[in-house]
C-alpha cells in the first residue's frame, strides 16, 4: 500500500470514529468496523458504567461488556481487535510491580459455529502507544479466522491476579473496533491507523 493511500485510508478511519457508524466501508473491503460502536447496545456482567462511546469497569474482574456479531460478512484471514484505554489506578498500598500485572484492561473473544460450540478463545493484550501526548494507549490483538464461525463474541475485560485485589482501579474502553484484514502485515497497518487517531475519553 502506498503512503499516499494509507494516509487517505487513515483519515477515513478517522472520520468513522468521529461519526460513530457502522459498517461503513472505505476505500479498501477491510475497513469496515463489525462492533456496534453505540455501546450501550452491548451486554453487561455486573454493573460497568457504559455510555455510548465508553465502557468503565470499575474495580472489579466481576464486571465486563459483551457483544455478539455475525461472521458471516467477515471472509479475509485476519480479524483486528484494538480498542483504546485508560486505566485509573488508585491503590496506594500496593507496589509498582503488582499494580503493572493487575488490573489491566484487555480484549477477549470466542469463535462460535454454527451449534453454538466454541471454535477458539482469543486474547488481546498487546499495547501500542500513540504519538500524542495525553492520548490514551491501544489494546489490541491480531487473529486468523476460523472457517465455519457463525458468530464472534467479543469482550470489554480487566485482567485479575490471585491475591491481588482490583479494588480502586477503574479501566475505561473506548471506540472499539473489529475489522478484517487480508495478511498479518495489513492487520498491523490498520492496527497503526486506528493508534494514529490519538483518541482520549477526557
Known amino acids: 500500500m502506498t503512503v499516499s493511500t494509507r494516509f487517505f485510508n487513515t483519515v477515513l478511519l478517522a472520520l468513522f470514529v ?5 459498517p461503513v466501508a472505505f476505500a479498501h473491503s477491510t475497513e469496515v468496523n463489525f462492533l456496534p460502536t453505540n455501546l450501550t447496545s452491548w451486554k453487561t456482567y455486573g454493573s460497568p458504567w457504559v455510555s455510548s462511546s465508553q465502557v468503565t469497569l470499575q474495580g472489579s474482574d466481576k464486571e465486563w461488556a459483551y457483544v455478539d456479531i455475525d461472521a458471516d460478512h467477515v471472509d479475509e ?12 489506578d488508585s491503590r ?3 507496589s509498582s510491580s503488582d499494580k503493572s500485572r493487575s488490573g489491566n484492561p484487555y480484549l477477549y473473544a470466542y469463535y462460535f459455529d ?3 460450540k466454541i471454535q477458539k478463545y482469543l486474547s488481546g493484550t498487546d499495547v ?8 490514551d494507549q491501544v489494546v489490541y490483538g491480531t487473529f486468523p479466522t ?10 470489554l475485560k480487566q485482567s485479575s491476579v490471585k491475591n491481588l485485589s482490583n479494588s480502586g482501579v477503574n479501566v475505561t474502553f473506548v471506540q472499539p473496533i473489529l475489522l ?4 498479518l502485515s495489513e492487520a498491523r497497518g490498520l492496527v497503526q491507523d ?4 490519538n483518541l482520549s475519553y477526557r
Open 146 to 155: 476460523v472457517s465455519g464461525t457463525e458468530t464472534i463474541r467479543v469482550f
Open 92 to 94: 496506594s498500598n500496593m
Open 194 to 197: 486506528f493508534a494514529r487517531l
Open 18 to 22: 468521529l461519526m460513530s457508524m457502522a
Open 114 to 116: 454454527k451449534d453454538g
Open 77 to 88: 484471514a485476519y480479524i483486528v481487535l484494538a480498542t483504546y484505554v485508560d486505566k485509573d
Open 180 to 183: 478484517e484484514a487480508n495478511s
Open 128 to 135: 501500542m502507544s500513540t504519538t500524542r501526548s495525553g492520548s
